[in-house]
């Protein structure tokens, strides 16, 4: 599964920053998604996935007088249907954003104020259905 998003934004009516594009608002981000399942053998009931998000650069000012980088992530998720051992409808998962922990610079709104990008997260879930 994969999405892609192009934006073409910029200031039409400010006198100061007309024909600028805005602070914060990339013209490219993209992602793009693959997970397998296995149906039969010893890693039956088995997902494996993994991503990539992608977003382009961004001006971080509006008055476009910098750029903020663009960046890709990883993520990834293992999954295990409790089917198998007789918990129909239950799995638990594993999933990982940012499964490298790649650092970087997400957002600025001055010179002065930069967002760093989201670090390695692990979310463990559980769900049951009865």
Sequence with gaps: MGSYTYT??????DTTY???????V???????WGDYTFF???LSGLTLGT???FTGSSYGDPANSFKVGSYTVVDALVRYDLARVGM????VALHV???FDREYVA?????????WGAERQVVATATFRF
């Design 8 to 13: 073409d934004a910029e200031y039409t009516t």
């Design 18 to 24: 007309k024909g600028n594009t805005p602070a914060q």
């Design 26 to 32: 990339p013209k490219h981000m993209a992602s793009l």
């Design 40 to 42: 039969d053998g010893p």
């Design 51 to 53: 991503g990539g998000r």
């Design 88 to 91: 129909a409808g239950s799995n």
């Design 97 to 99: 954003n940012n499964l």
């Design 107 to 115: 957002s600025c709104f001055q010179t002065y104020g930069c967002f």
